[in-house]
């Protein structure tokens, strides 16, 4: 096949996950797309329920259509303390991936711009002019490339950042007795046995006998997958089911870093999603700052002659991750007393302001000041040295 006989699109994207299906999603909406050609690429057809996406949210956004369950309360723990949060004037929501799959196929399969093609890619590289991207069938071009395929040894293969991973293995179970409350998310538990680590336990009740149980942990290795199953089963018998039945399982492992990913973003090629580094860094949460990011990338993509790589816009809450994660990443075991202290008798409301990266200054210092002085202001030096060392 000669150059001219490669098929060429205005816009490829190399992987359909969240980022890249947010994205497609609001350029639909935008109507300013329609002229452009564009391509999904994925070997994974997202036909199955692979995964589950929570956020809090004050009013309604264009996900409600696809939020299957919302919370008003939630649940926080650890072992020498209890406390119900009021969380209004947000709702915590949940969203099932396969609805969400289904939700943004069903408009791309309106769109006569938009093709989908179930293929793996191989190959990427980036010309002066365009795009070359390679599958295992076939070869194409375009003008603008959005990866969402996350290329893990960037971020472990180096060690000036450091590198968690927020790993969990979920149970949906339906139990024979009532022991939830669905009115209630148990957002973290840190009453289990933390083993020189962060664990808790996150609990999304549907009923009060269903719920989806995920044992999680923020820490640098994985477990066997036996003894987060072995946790999941202590803690449901803690709550009192002698007896459940298992409908489905999901497990993952998300990178919790702040390693530049989007400095190997170019003028053609940008790197979306965990590839791109739009994972909550401190949190892992990711569904809300894609929603945020991808917002801003098709705002950002209707300007006049862009470069993909002027899309990143560093903030103040990448440096508090960072301290976070360099804290996490020298004493695990401290992630219970610094998420407790600040839900002990922290406003709810203020923390996922700051947690969503809203906040100001001032609102900032309330946040960090409720956390452990000591680890903190040694974080702050190392991370100062560390700049001072790179400049």
Request: one cysteine or more; charged letters at 25%.
């Amino acid at each position: 096949m000669n150059s001219s006989q490669i098929p060429h699109f205005d816009y490829i994207f190399t992987g359909t996950g969240l980022a890249s299906l947010m994205t497609i999603y609001k350029m639909i909406l935008s109507g300013k797309f329609s002229d452009k050609s564009i391509l999904l690429l994925d070997q994974d057809v997202k036909k199955i329920n692979d995964r589950t996406w929570c956020f809090w949210e004050k009013e309604e956004s264009i996900w409600n259509s696809v939020v299957s369950k919302k919370w008003d309360l939630a649940f926080f723990a650890n072992e020498n303390f209890r406390r119900d949060l009021d969380l209004k004037p947000y709702s915590y929501n949940k969203i099932n991936g396969l609805d969400f799959y289904n939700f943004v196929f069903g408009a791309i399969l309106n769109q006569s711009n938009i093709t989908f093609l179930n293929e793996k890619v191989t190959d990427i590289n980036e010309l002066e002019t365009h795009v070359f991207v390679g599958t295992e069938q076939n070869r194409y071009t375009c003008q603008y490339l959005f990866n969402s395929i996350y290329t893990k040894a960037f971020a472990e293969r180096q060690n000036k950042y450091p590198v968690l991973q927020q790993h969990f293995v979920g149970w949906f179970v339906k139990t024979k007795e009532e022991v939830f409350n669905p009115e209630e998310v148990t957002f973290m538990d840190f009453s289990v046995e933390q083993k020189g680590n962060t664990r808790f336990m996150y609990v999304l009740p549907t009923s009060k006998t269903e719920a989806l149980v995920e044992y999680t942990l923020f820490s640098e290795k994985l477990l066997p997958k036996e003894e987060y199953e072995n946790e999941i089963q202590i803690y449901l018998k803690k709550l009192g089911a002698s007896q459940y039945q298992i409908l489905e399982k999901e497990e993952g492992s998300i990178p919790m870093t702040c390693y530049p990913f989007w400095e190997r973003n170019t003028k053609r090629v940008l790197n979306i999603g965990t590839a791109g580094g739009w994972t909550k860094a401190s949190t892992g949460y990711t569904f809300k700052s894609s929603d945020k990011k991808s917002s801003a990338l098709v705002e950002f993509i209707q300007q006049k002659d862009f470069q993909m790589k002027d899309f990143h816009k560093k903030s103040k809450f990448w440096f508090y991750d960072l301290l976070l994660l360099d804290i996490l990443y020298r004493k695990n075991e401290l992630g219970s007393s610094i998420f407790s202290s600040l839900f002990k008798k922290g406003n709810p409301e203020l923390i996922f302001k700051f947690l969503d990266e809203e906040t100001t200054f001032s609102e900032d210092v309330k946040v960090i000041l409720k956390c452990p002085k000591i680890p903190f202001i040694k974080a702050l030096f190392r991370v100062i040295f560390l700049s001072n060392k790179s400049n």
